[in-house]
């Protein structure tokens, strides 16, 4: 079950999911943007053109998230069961909780976000935290000096520490543990059959385990994310979504060639549910999108612009060569999530930008 993955990967959207919302999939992809492309960054602007692309019009599924179906002191307290948290829900901050804050015990809390997001962290449980530490407060001895020990400012109260109970043995590996997170996701209420799975690959460590659940609708990855930490005798952390789909029906979706088009359009350009740039094909990490340092030379007082000379404005040319529609995640002003049609689009470098693809007439641009 931790074979390569079959569905297409996900189309990061700007403005996707939100601060505070779900798990996002991340890959290199989503996570090293070429900054050489970044309109309006480090002179950065860019004019886009398609070579060689088709500008059929067609159709796409939709799907909106019913966090408000789940969202509920009911949802929390049934999860909070499922992990054996103790104590009655209650709302902070707007988000359901179950258990202390302040990390002593296990604790649940359920964002109020557009995909439900739930979360699951058991301190006495975290090998890495149940570590031996020195006293808070150090015994001190009588003072000799005559100063009166009422008037000394009294410690500050300590926040409790958990009463680490770490499991014993290794945790499940391979298919062992990607089972342990089905079975998981079936007690919380999902069903893991729309979901891939990976084991994280965490080299020598064998006291946790992570596995990855990606979810997938029509064979394209969605970006949202279960992740659960696994020790011997059970969960130690989780991290996912339990907003279900509610299919939105079909939606006109414009061609690729006028994707291509769409990039130029201030009104999908660069900006928060606009163009997203993405990576160059085969960059690993950040690292690699940084040119070599130039040999140190003395530092030179930039020439005067001439009178008359045009002034540098430079704009990248960038043909789009290739094109992939898939799904995006969209979070709608009032913070709704939605998974709509998107393209990937890539030029013949490997760098990739996305776009939302649904035709303008679907659209509510007054927002």
Same mark, same amino acid.
């Given at each position: 079950?931790?074979?390569?993955?079959?569905?297409?990967?996900?189309?990061?959207?700007?403005?996707?999911?939100?601060?505070?919302?779900?798990?996002?999939?991340?890959?290199?992809?989503?996570?090293?943007?070429?900054?050489?492309?970044?309109?309006?960054?480090?002179?950065?602007? $860019?004019?886009? #053109?398609?070579?060689?692309?088709?500008? /059929?019009?067609?159709? =796409?599924? !939709?799907?909106?998230? &019913? @966090? %408000?179906?789940?969202?509920?002191?009911?949802?929390?307290?049934?999860?909070?069961?499922?992990?054996?948290?103790?104590?009655?829900?209650?709302?902070?901050?707007?988000?359901?909780?179950?258990?202390?804050?302040?990390?002593?015990?296990?604790?649940?809390?359920?964002?109020?976000?557009?995909?439900?997001?739930?979360?699951?962290?058991?301190?006495?449980?975290?090998?890495?935290?149940?570590?031996?530490?020195?006293?808070?407060?150090?015994?001190?001895?009588?003072?000799?000096?005559?100063?009166?020990?009422?008037?000394?400012?009294? $410690?500050?109260? #300590?926040?409790?520490?958990?009463?680490? /109970?770490?499991?014993? =043995?290794? !945790?499940?590996?391979? &298919? @062992? %543990?990607?089972?342990?997170?089905?079975?998981?996701?079936?007690?919380?209420?999902?069903?893991?059959?729309?979901?891939?799975?990976?084991?994280?690959?965490?080299?020598?460590?064998?006291?946790?385990?992570?596995?990855?659940?990606?979810?997938?609708?029509?064979?394209?990855?969605?970006?949202?994310?279960?992740?659960?930490?696994?020790?011997?005798?059970?969960?130690?952390?989780?991290?996912?979504?339990?907003?279900?789909?509610?299919?939105?029906?079909?939606?006109?979706?414009?061609?690729?060639?006028?994707?291509?088009?769409?990039?130029?359009?201030?009104?999908?350009?660069?900006?928060?549910?606009?163009?997203?740039?993405?990576?160059?094909?085969?960059?690993?990490? %950040?690292?690699?999108?940084?040119?070599?340092?130039?040999?140190?030379?003395?530092?030179?007082?930039?020439?005067?612009?001439?009178?008359?000379?045009?002034?540098?404005?430079?704009?990248?040319?960038?043909?789009?060569?290739?094109?992939?529609?898939?799904?995006?995640?969209?979070?709608?002003?009032?913070?709704?999530?939605?998974?709509?049609?998107?393209?990937?689009?890539?030029?013949?470098?490997?760098?990739?930008?996305?776009?939302?693809?649904?035709?303008?007439?679907?659209?509510?641009?007054?927002?």
């Amino acid at each position: 079950e931790d074979a390569a993955p079959t569905a297409a990967p996900a189309i990061s959207l700007g403005g996707g999911a939100g601060a505070g919302g779900p798990a996002q999939e991340l890959s290199a992809a989503g996570s090293t943007a070429d900054a050489r492309m970044l309109p309006g960054w480090f002179g950065g602007r $860019a004019v886009f #053109s398609a070579q060689g692309l088709p500008d /059929d019009a067609t159709a =796409g599924h !939709a799907w909106a998230l &019913d @966090a %408000a179906s789940v969202f509920s002191a009911e949802t929390v307290a049934r999860v909070a069961a499922a992990l054996g948290v103790t104590g009655e829900p209650r709302q902070e901050y707007g988000a359901w909780t179950v258990g202390p804050q302040d990390g002593s015990s296990p604790t649940v809390s359920l964002q109020p976000d557009g995909t439900a997001s739930i979360s699951y962290y058991d301190p006495t449980r975290d090998p890495w935290s149940c570590a031996a530490s020195a006293p808070d407060t150090p015994d001190v001895a009588p003072s000799a000096d005559g100063i009166d020990p009422g008037l000394v400012e009294p $410690a500050l109260p #300590s926040t409790p520490s958990p009463a680490c /109970d770490p499991a014993t =043995g290794d !945790a499940p590996t391979g &298919d @062992a %543990a990607v089972d342990a997170a089905r079975d998981l996701m079936v007690t919380l209420g999902v069903d893991p059959a729309g979901f891939e799975y990976q084991v994280v690959d965490q080299g020598d460590v064998t006291t946790t385990t992570t596995v990855d659940a990606f979810q997938v609708v029509e064979g394209q990855r969605t970006g949202l994310t279960w992740n659960v930490t696994l020790v011997g005798d059970g969960v130690q952390a989780l991290y996912g979504s339990l907003a279900p789909l509610v299919d939105l029906g079909e939606y006109p979706v414009i061609g690729a060639a006028s994707a291509v088009e769409r990039l130029n359009d201030p009104r999908f350009g660069a900006g928060y549910g606009g163009v997203m740039p993405l990576a160059r094909e085969g960059a690993a990490d %950040a690292t690699s999108l940084v040119a070599p340092a130039p040999e140190a030379t003395e530092p030179t007082v930039p020439p005067t612009v001439a009178p008359g000379a045009a002034l540098a404005w430079p704009v990248q040319q960038v043909t789009i060569t290739g094109a992939r529609l898939g799904l995006g995640m969209q979070t709608q002003p009032d913070g709704a999530a939605v998974l709509v049609p998107a393209y990937e689009l890539t030029d013949a470098d490997g760098s990739t930008w996305s776009v939302v693809a649904v035709d303008e007439s679907a659209l509510d641009l007054a927002g």
